[in-house]
């Protein structure tokens, strides 16, 4: 059977498997989120020793550094989705970017704030204008942006439009949190975050790290999809096949 | 030219132009910042005398001595070529420990001893439970010998 896969970027079409997936990537991201909290506070260690003894707090990595790598993918989603939606002109892209926009500023600001809340004890700062510290701000600004210069302009193809090229230009902020500390020396290094490297941690907290991350990640499918049904009815209010299912809603 | 594929080549520049701007910010993130100086700059007299800067390095084996106050630890910064004696009364944070890294806020004071107002700790990236930590590094040190040995 041959699918024709571009039926679906008809806005009419997405909306009933965008309400399916929704259900399916819940379902997913409860159980993965489940899994790993709990595999993160009873199956791991309780302090860390050696070159780094931090003691209980340093679970908080189970939330800090999913929703980090989280911030990060998400706005690479986000600037995807507006350039093609800046070069085909679908109205759906527009839509799947302006539905990522909010859940990626919310894992953002969860980043910045669970990382005070571990730097107070570890480092002895709620806040520092480490490199990495400062570029996650800024791209915490670049989403509020988004989100603000898009509800800025009235109209909505224009909004896109303007908002997609803010993104765009903003993805110079990734790489740079990417490749902010990449320095082997400590003594030499100007940061107060220290290169990672996933080989160097213990396999349970590892594993419960990485559940988690595939939990964010199923979460923000599950949040974006269910923000684009709105999205979706929104928009295309004045359409024939919204209408019908508005009175389909009502007589029930 | 289609005006699709005119847009696309002109997607296409503006992600290479943020590319290339990346590029450079994290080359010059890398070289340039002077987010602390180290102790063989201090000893150099390239760090200012007349106001806050920040020192930075590993703090010495055996250095760290509390005061008779119980407030005040007096412990020495090191880079491996020189070293900086640090004074600080507060409390230090977690991770503050011989031979981890450290960063400190203060003034250089007139004896050469650095007043420290902040000191920051550093961390790693090893996250080990302290007994697997207790033997990787047994044999991170029996590890010459065996490969010599296997060689």
Redesign the interface.
């Known amino acids: 059977m041959k699918v024709n896969w571009f039926k679906f970027a008809a806005p009419a079409n997405f909306y009933p498997v965008a309400g399916w997936l929704v259900s399916v990537f819940a379902v997913l991201a409860a159980a993965a989120i489940l899994i790993g909290l709990y595999w993160g506070f009873f199956e791991t260690p309780s302090v860390l020793g050696g070159t780094n003894p931090q003691k209980e707090y340093y679970r908080i990595i189970f939330i800090h550094v999913p929703a980090a790598w989280m911030s990060m993918w998400l706005y690479l989603v986000l600037a995807g989705w507006c350039a093609i939606g800046l070069v085909f002109n679908t109205r759906l892209s527009y839509m799947m970017a302006a539905a990522v926009a909010p859940t990626g500023a919310i894992f953002t600001f969860l980043a910045l704030w669970t990382g005070a809340l571990w730097g107070r004890p570890s480092w002895g700062t709620y806040w520092d204008w480490d490199p990495r510290l400062t570029s996650e701000l800024i791209l915490f600004f670049l989403y509020l942006g988004y989100i603000a210069l898009h509800s800025a302009i009235d109209d909505t193809r224009r909004a896109d439009k303007a908002a997609a090229l803010l993104a765009i230009v903003g993805l110079i902020c990734v790489p740079v949190i990417f490749w902010s500390i990449n320095c082997p020396d400590p003594t030499q290094c100007a940061a107060l975050h220290q290169r990672s490297s996933l080989s160097q941690m213990e396999s349970n907290i590892l594993s419960s790290m990485l559940i988690m991350a595939f939990g964010f990640w199923m979460y923000s499918f599950a949040a974006a999809f269910a923000r684009l049904r709105g999205i979706i009815l929104e928009r295309e209010a004045d359409t024939a096949w919204v209408q019908e299912l508005a009175t389909k809603e009502a007589r029930r | 030219m289609r005006p ?1 594929t005119k ?2 080549l ?2 296409g520049l ?2 290479g132009g ?2 290339v ?3 450079l ?2 080359t010059a ?2 070289s340039n ?4 100086f ?1 102790p063989s700059q201090v000893i150099a007299a390239e760090a200012p005398t007349d106001r806050v800067f920040r020192i ?3 703090v010495e084996e055996g250095s760290i001595a509390r005061q008779p106050d119980g407030l005040t630890v007096l412990f020495s910064v ?3 070529a020189e070293r900086v004696q640090v004074s600080y009364t507060g409390i ?6 011989a ?3 450290v ?1 400190a806020r203060g003034r250089l004071g007139q004896d050469g001893v650095f007043y420290a107002e ?17 033997t ?2 047994t044999a991170q040190t029996d590890t010459p010998t065996t490969a010599v040995a296997t060689q």
């Open positions: 699709r847009r696309l002109f997607v503006a992600i943020v590319g701007a990346a590029t910010a994290i993130l890398q910042i002077s987010y602390f180290s930075g390095g590993m090191t880079d491996n230090l944070p977690d991770l503050f420990g031979d981890q890294g960063v902040e000191v920051l700790a550093k961390h790693d990236e090893s996250y080990m439970p302290p007994e697997v930590a207790a990787l590094k």
